[in-house]
């Protein structure tokens, strides 16, 4: 696996399930970054990582919950989501925080979140 | 606070046809101005980063230029292929963490 991975692709959930999000980078990286894109609106930054520390959570519900247990792997648990919580969740990581330099992010593909 | 727009919203050449999109940008101390590509159901793909007015980059057909309050990038020459959204942000020095997305502007070329 090369890249930023993430999975699931696609995740059907009902408002009381409690599901989890994957993401994996193999780029050697210590910034992670989880993003939602909803239709028709600019990319949201959610939580930045750095170096397995969160850095920034902007202003995001205690619904979504980050986990980064070490450089390479993000997760984000979800439970008692709401329908309007349906996007594309998107991964990315950078080799430092934006606060520094060298700090292009690379993304993943994407998971596709429904709420029902 | 960081802002940052782009336009037009939406744009279609045909093959062929050179045009220029833009991203205006707001933002406290410039640490970073990022370009990038987005096809349908995917995610981003990084193409460049400019950091300070006067600088350029290029890549195939795509050229990115930076002043002090846009970002411009040219498309020389466009193919099918580079249908796409691009995408602007910026890393201000006051945003600390953050990277500021713009809106996109959604390419359409037509062979």
């Known amino acids: 696996e090369t890249g930023v991975t993430q999975t699931p692709r696609h995740l059907v959930m009902g408002m009381t399930n409690k599901k989890s999000l994957k993401c994996e980078q193999h780029?050697?990286?210590?910034?992670m970054y989880w993003y939602k894109q909803s239709a028709k609106k600019p990319l949201e930054l959610m939580f930045v990582?750095?170096?397995?520390?969160?850095?920034e959570n902007n202003s995001v519900p205690s619904r979504f919950s980050p986990e980064c247990p070490n450089s390479s792997h993000l997760f984000l648990h979800l439970h008692t989501l709401q329908p309007e919580d349906s996007a594309l969740y998107l991964c990315?990581?950078?080799?430092?925080?934006?606060?520094?330099?060298?700090?292009?992010?690379?993304f993943g593909p994407g998971t596709r979140l429904t709420v029902l | 606070e960081d802002q940052v727009t782009q336009s037009p919203e939406a744009l279609r050449l045909q093959e062929g046809e050179s045009s220029s999109l833009n991203c205006s940008y707001t933002?406290?101390?410039?640490?970073?101005l990022f370009w990038y590509r987005q096809d349908p159901g995917k995610g981003p793909e990084f193409l460049f980063t400019?950091?300070?007015a006067g600088e350029e980059k290029e890549k195939e057909r795509l050229k990115a230029t930076l002043t002090k309050k846009e970002s411009f990038l040219h498309i020389t020459a466009p193919k099918p292929e580079d249908s796409a959204t691009y995408l602007c942000a910026v890393a201000g020095r006051t945003s600390y963490d953050k990277v500021i997305f713009g809106p996109g502007t959604s390419l359409s070329v037509i062979p």
């Open positions: 780029l050697g990286h210590n910034a």
């Open positions: 990315a990581s950078s080799q430092d925080r934006p606060t520094s330099s060298y700090n292009e992010q690379f």
């Open positions: 990582y750095s170096l397995e520390e969160r850095v």
């Open positions: 933002v406290s101390g410039l640490r970073g």
């Open positions: 400019l950091y300070s």
